[in-house]
């Protein structure tokens, strides 16, 4: 398309014909006063403030939603426009009050900007004001109504950004305002809380409840960090005063969420200055007899509703004091020289009494690439083995084991941007809108375009609301309705032959497994009538564009491993693959877990998936480390708690992970952490596994240190410390590196571990990962800069500076790159596999259905499976102590059909004990539709009722996943105490 | 319904319909739709009733049709084939009209019109409806709007027919263009103009829409239409979704107009059945569906892109433009959206060519336009007349002039986003161009006509009320300017404006035009326009003497007696519901303004014009 040439002002500019004049006056210097424009959000025209004067046109027209025309003649000044200019701020000033002194926007108000710009002081209509009480009874956000502008952007923002469809205009003329359908309370609406809608209202109307007289925008210090929860690698500006995190909103310029996030990034991050935060290391010893910290498992949770102006969650409550090492059983403070000299010590003596086989690791999805990078190269030189892994084995192993298989190598293929424009779009196994909520915005925002969206999910989820076919298949069938999605492609001649022919190989042997699988009988496996299978498979293949995406629902299976290479199968027989908006998409759950992946935490795998039995490679690191190294691959998680509990695994070093609650049939792994001679646990908060450790580290929190996260879409993006650090903790890589030190002096090996900086680690990571080969510390500290008017397409600023103090002028973010990116000139990759896969042809691999290792029988009569909800993370740690998600959602459930439900008695509200042939748990019981009937779902992140007591340790042969997704359990009414 | 399967079938059915119908036999058309509110339908079972007992079922036929037009008269209805119109029945004047009308031909005289004491038996000479032409409202009143058969027999679908058997979608649009029309839903662009621009834009999925979203207080030509002949429409609409290739279209009528939903749903299943609508119509490839929408009393939802945004299941509000609807409409595909009485029109200008209809009319405005005469009018109802006529020959020939023997003070056009002509434009004959001169707008073609007692101010102050609540509430001048203008006109009618607000007002009213975003925004000051430039000296006597010379405005006088004109007949005393008049019998009588409520009785009771509004305060002097 070619620029369009027009005048504004007598000045002639040269603009893409996809601005707006208001876009190209900004671009071009001229300012046109604006309130309800929003750069992120389409034009709305209703303050009327922007409105200039065409030539040859009658009545002025608002430049925010006037596309550029070639020879447009365009006049944004003169004094017709500021009377009316002036007229609309007075007419707004009439039903606005003048309450700057205690308004949270003071100074850096979009009316107030104007108002002083046009020597309104105050208004001179008078007349009725608008008299609605503010909307408050949660927490997390007022609407004021007296103070809102209806300039409508939260009611763009809400229904086509997010896509949360909470709130919109109602009633008309004068009495018109913002609320949520019927005027519920918000709390008691499809609102989520994901913020939005504060963060875009120009005004103090929608405000931050949380962060209410603590710091006004306008003073608190701007810093850009990346969000520590899901995958999608969201970048938040949080607003810090006092060392504290005052408030949080999304970053226009991040390049993953463009400012949307949820209510976890946006209102779940207090869990920072939590009172439970450790301060000190600990150490268990005999001779100690302090207690040193109040008896857990009892999360905090912030009290509502005194929480909005609550100061207590930034007060110092009972910190520990020494580092924590157990003596006799008993936790007690130690110094960081204590407690290091002890683990060194301990770790050199386990493996020379039991061998460097009895010595493990778990880096954690949590921590930085850097921080994962040291972690292996700790285990691999020091304890000298490759029993190195992390949580990944618990979510993405089958997807890592498949995909390679299948691809060569195992990723999303494409960026969370290309979902908006793809034309289907098949969700499997994936509660996108909980758990990756950024991306689940993208898909629902597709949709509304008009993309086509195949959902195929037992559960009812917020995705089936807006799916044109929903196939609500039998946990655990997914192989058979993926054969038979692939039955009625290739029976009807819809297969992309020419891909099939020069792209990949495998397929005959595959097609005569599929033969086997019409419809018929696929309805008779999964439950899906065969007519909704047809339809699927007709409208995914005869797609222009279509993008697959998975995730738990997929790979915690024991047959994970066969599920994703299922779902390559599908791909490649399509042809959807290898191009923008198209492909087969993983969806990651954890901030870095694909970066501890990637730089190598995993038992099989150097950084950068080089295979540790490969001679070449090992012989590559032996040079890079100096070291010689095992070529044996070692243990994965499931494994080393196995080993820990029979014995093979004596010392074990876990940072940042919570197996205790994470991990299936919770009572095993309580043994295995008993049974061991020593385990060192690093974290923030003393765990359900850091109190069963022998030494425990106080480390930062993700807005205290620096370093990189790569998100689903393998993007690196660097994180810069917010904050100063909490009492004595430590950054992981510092507390890493200093271990390894002194380990390696008392193991008398001698190789690098007394690392500066950060940036020392990236660039070694980058010198050994050809993936991540240009992906330096220079290049990812620069900073970006967004320029507010622009629109979202962030550059690369090399002369960087600091972020701004105040976010109406630009906002920053740091640059990133998605790998591979091979070398320093590399501009990263947007979606892989583009001309040939990275195994060269992609495989086909012919796969039967196997049901799940344990189904429902007498004794246990319902399947039980676990997910996340969107209003907490993992093991709760962090969230449960945080605000807002600990509001929404504070206790347990079980979701149970109201058929079962009616069946056994039970009312909604009620205690139900649940239990499964490992364990029981009481939990209280959700009645609704979304489960089918026979199938319950627990949310997984509750330590009083821990989903993860009752689940299967029965795991996929190859990937080693639990099958989280699949148990038998049964259910009865919880006796009354 | 029979199907037809091509443009032969229809032809022929159309003949059988003509061959089978008897024109000589006797019909009663009854008015069963607007004439409902005044019992039209117990009319209509007492004639069925009468017609039974007197055994003249299988001779006299009974009609049930839309609006015929002079709704001061309801219920109505027309004789045939003797051509007869009585109206302001009752049910006891049944057996009279079937004794003397059907059975002799002779008009029951004392049902029948009357004007200057001449009474007018026969339609065509009534002078309500001598000058009228009817091209809309063609059907209206002569056929039953359930039954496609009358609409066929009367050409009715030929249209369409002859734009699919040989005119190219480019050549109907040109027919539509040379005839001049100009969408009567108020703005008045050209139809055929924007049939061209929708026709431009390439697109697989077009839709057209229908705009039944009347919702000028007053106006009900859309309502009647679709009441009286929703077949019309729907050819109208075929004929334009075959010009600009749309295969879908919508009829977007309001929920409060019952009738027109229920009319349009039949017409449409009607046409559907006889393969008038849906795949391949009549034989010749062309598709075309539509879908009723009801609308939910949204008055700005007649703006076209809130009426877009109210389809697609949004709230009604409206959108900046560019893009017009013609390029990125409903689900942003192009769109045409057409006003009711503009769709009745097109198949007429097919059928008889735009030369025909290009010659009614002035330069700028062709054809006819359909007005909806109400107030203080004597006939009040529909008319259609040619454009170019005068605004004092539609409302003193056709509409009777004002009861009471009161003075015309103005008219007020085009609903609330129109304006208040005095009678120094009586004679302004009406075209697009000189109506919107003189300040008013053709509009929707609401004509509200007010005579002396109304008070200006107090009329701008209601047509500002209607459209701050109507307002969306999206821009600013419009959610809050008019909301400030209707309390500064209120604050005139109460007496407590100030010095200098005249000017304010005015000031804001430009503002709020010339910066609003949609056309509601753009003409709601209208009012205040229009009657700050014809009255202001009634907004200077609220003013400045804190007086309504109309008598509307309560706080700004009382009723007083004059002396001289008081015969004391005691009637105004009688009447006065507050006993608040006293005074002997012949003597001059007296009003007690502790006790006056301001009702106006007794204004309206005195044969001797000796009642009339004072200033409050000169009262009070009298009292001294």
Sequence with gaps: MTDVRFTIDGKEVLVKPSQTVLQAALDNGIHIPHLCYHPALSPFAGCRLCIVEIKGGKAPIASCALPVKDGLEVTTRNERLHQFRKTALDL?????????????????????????????????????????????????????????????????????????????????????????????????????????????????????????????????????????????????????????????????????????????????????????????????????????????????????????????????????????????????????????????????????????????????????????????????????????????????????????????????????????????????????????????????????????????????????????????????????????????IISEGLENKEFIKSRTEGFEA????????????????????????????????????????????????????????????????????????????????????????????????????????????????????????????????????????????????????????????????????????????????????????????????????????TNTERRVQLSPPALKPTGQSRPDWQILSEIAVCLAKALNINCRFDYKSVGELTDELASVSPIYGGVTYDRISRNVTLSKAKGLTPKADKDSSTPSQNDTSTIQTSYSLQWPCPTEEHPGTKFLHKDKFTCGLGKFHPIEHKPPAEEPDTDYPFVLTTGRTLYHYHTGSMTRRSTGPAFVVPEAYVEMNPADAQGLAIADGEKVNIASRRGSVTITAKITERVPQGTIFMPFHFAEAAANMLTNTAIDPVAKIPEYKVCAAKITKAQKI | MQKLHSLKELQYFKEELLRSYDGKKKRILVCSTGCRARNALKIRDAFYTVIKQEHLTSEIEIIETGCQGLCAYAPVVTIEPHGIFYGKLTEKDVPDIIAKTMKTTEAVNHLCYSENKNTYPYLKEI???????????????????????????????????????????????????????????????????????????????????CNGDEGDPGAFMDRAVLEGDP????????????????????????????????????????????????????????????????????????????????????????????????????????????????????????????????????????????????????????????????LRQIIFDIGGGIPHGRAFKAVQMGGPSGGCLPAEHLDTPIDYESIKQAGAIMGSGGMIVLDEINCMVDIARYFMDFVQKESCGKCVPCRIGTKRMLEMVTRFTTGTAETGDIEKLQALAESVRDSSLCGLGQTAPNPVISTLRYFRNEYEAHLNDKFCPAGVCKELFNYAINPEKCTGCTVCAKNCPVKAITGEKKKAHTIDTAKCELCGICVEKCKFNAIAPVPKKQLNHIKK
């Excluded at chain 1, 949307?260 to 779940?268: A, T």
């Excluded at chain 2, 034989?283 to 809130?306: L, M, S």
């Design chain 1, 92 to 488: 707004i000033l009439s039903d606005h009050p003048l309450n700057c002194l205690t308004c949270e926007k003071n100074a850096i108000c979009d009316l107030q900007k104007y108002a002083y710009e046009f020597g309104l002081e105050k208004t001179s209509y008078a007349g009725e004001r608008t008299a609605y009480p503010n909307e408050t009874g949660n927490p997390l956000i007022e609407m004021s109504y007296q103070t809102c502008i209806m300039c409508g952007r939260c009611v763009i923002a809400c229904n086509e950004a997010v896509v949360n469809e909470a709130i919109d205009f109602t009633r008309r003329g004068f009495a018109a305002k913002i609320t949520t359908p019927l005027d519920v309370p918000r709390k008691d609406s499809d609102c989520v809380f994901c913020g939005a809608c504060v963060d875009v209202c120009p005004v103090g109307a929608l405000t931050d409840l949380t962060a209410r007289f603590k710091g006004r925008i306008s003073e608190c210090q701007k810093a850009s960090v990346i969000c520590p929860y899901c995958g999608c690698g969201c970048s938040i500006l949080l607003d810090i005063k006092d060392n504290t995190i005052i408030r949080a909103k999304g970053n226009p310029a991040g390049p993953a969420n463009h400012g949307w996030l949820c209510i976890k990034g946006h209102f779940g991050l207090d869990f920072v200055h939590h009172a439970d935060r450790l301060t000190k290391c600990g150490i268990r010893n005999a001779e100690c007899g302090v207690i040193p910290h109040s008896p857990l498992p009892t999360p905090h949770l912030p009290e509502y509703p005194s929480s909005a102006l609550d100061t207590s969650l930034n007060q110092s409550r009972e910190r520990l004091h020494k580092p924590l090492i157990r003596k006799n059983g008993v936790l007690c403070e130690a110094t960081w020289e204590e407690a290091i000299a002890l683990i060194a010590g301990e770790f050199a003596r386990i493996k020379a009494d039991h061998g460097s086989g009895s010595l493990a690791a778990l880096a954690s999805a949590k921590c930085s690439n850097e921080e994962n990078y040291l972690m292996q190269k700790l285990c691999r030189v020091l304890f000298g083995n490759n029993n190195i892994d992390h949580c990944a084995r618990l979510c993405h192993a089958s997807t890592v084991a498949g995909l390679a298989k299948s691809f060569g190598s195992a990723a999303m293929t494409n960026s969370i941007d290309e979902v908006d424009n793809a034309d289907v779009i098949l969700v499997i196994g994936s509660n996108t809108t909980e758990a990756h909520p950024i991306i689940g915005y993208a898909i629902k925002r597709a949709v509304n375009k008009g993309a086509k969206l195949i959902v195929c999910d037992p559960r009812a989820i917020e995705l089936t609301e807006f799916s044109d076919i929903w196939l609500r298949h039998k946990c655990g069938s997914d192989v058979a309705l993926i054969n038979g999605l692939m039955n009625v």
């Design chain 1, 510 to 709: 595959m097609k005569k497994v599929v033969q086997n699988y019409p419809p018929e009988k696929v309805a008779g496996i999964t439950g899906v009538p065969a007519e909704d299978i047809r339809k699927a498979a007709r409208a995914y293949a005869s797609a222009k564009d279509a993008m697959v995406i998975y995730s738990m629902g997929i790979t915690q299976h024991t047959t994970g491993t066969d599920n994703t290479m299922s779902l390559a199968n599908l791909v490649m027989l399509c042809g959807q693959i290898g191009k923008l908006s198209s492909g087969l998409n993983p969806l990651r759950g954890q901030s870095n877990v694909q970066g501890a992946c990637d730089v190598g935490a995993l038992p099989n795998v150097y950084p950068g998936y080089q295979a540790v039995n490969n001679p070449d490679i090992k012989a590559k690191f032996e040079g890079a480390w100096g070291v010689p190294l095992s070529d044996e691959p070692g243990l994965t998680v499931t494994e080393i708690i196995d080993g820990a509990s029979n014995g093979l695994i004596k010392g074990l070093y876990i940072m940042g992970e919570n197996p205790m609650l994470s991990d299936p049939n919770i009572t095993h792994v309580d043994e295995g952490l008993k049974n061991l001679e020593f385990l060192v646990v690093q974290d923030i908060f003393l765990t359900e596994t850091a109190q069963r450790a022998t030494v425990v580290l106080p480390a930062l929190s993700f807005a205290e240190k620096e370093g990189s996260y």
């Design chain 2, 127 to 209: 002078p309500f409806f001598k000058p009228q032409k009817k091209i809309v409202l063609r059907n209206c009143g002569y056929i039953n709007p359930t039954n496609p058969e009358d609409y066929v027999r009367r050409n009715g679908y030929l249209a369409i027919a002859k734009a699919l058997s040989g005119m190219k979608p480019e050549d109907v649009i040109n027919e539509v263009t040379k005839s001049g029309i100009r969408g009567r839903g108020g703005a008045g662009f050209p139809t055929g103009l924007k049939w061209k621009f929708a026709n431009g834009y390439k697109n697989d999925t077009k839709y057209f829409i």
């Design chain 2, 231 to 390: 077949h019309s429409v729907i050819e109208g609409m075929l004929i334009g979704a075959y010009a600009i290739g749309a295969t879908h279209g919508y009829i977007y009528v309001r929920a409060e107009y019952p009738i027109a939903v229920e009319y349009s749903t039949l017409a449409v299943k009607h046409a559907r059945e006889m393969g008038l609508l849906g795949e391949n119509i009549l034989g010749t490839g062309f598709n075309f569906d539509i879908t009723i929408k009801q609308g939910a009393g949204a008055f700005v939802c007649g703006e076209e892109t809130a009426l877009i945004a109210s389809i697609e299941g949004r709230r009604g509000m409206p959108k900046p433009r560019p893009p017009f609807p013609a390029e990125s409409g409903l689900w942003g595909k192009p769109t045409v959206i057409n006003n009711v009485e503009t769709l009745a029109s097109i198949p007429q200008i097919i059928l008889e060519g735009s030369a025909a209809y290009a010659q009614l009319g002035t330069q700028g405005s062709k054809g006819t336009k359909v007005f909806a005469l109400a107030g203080k009018v004597t006939n009040t109802g529909l008319v259609e007349v040619p454009m170019g006529i005068t």
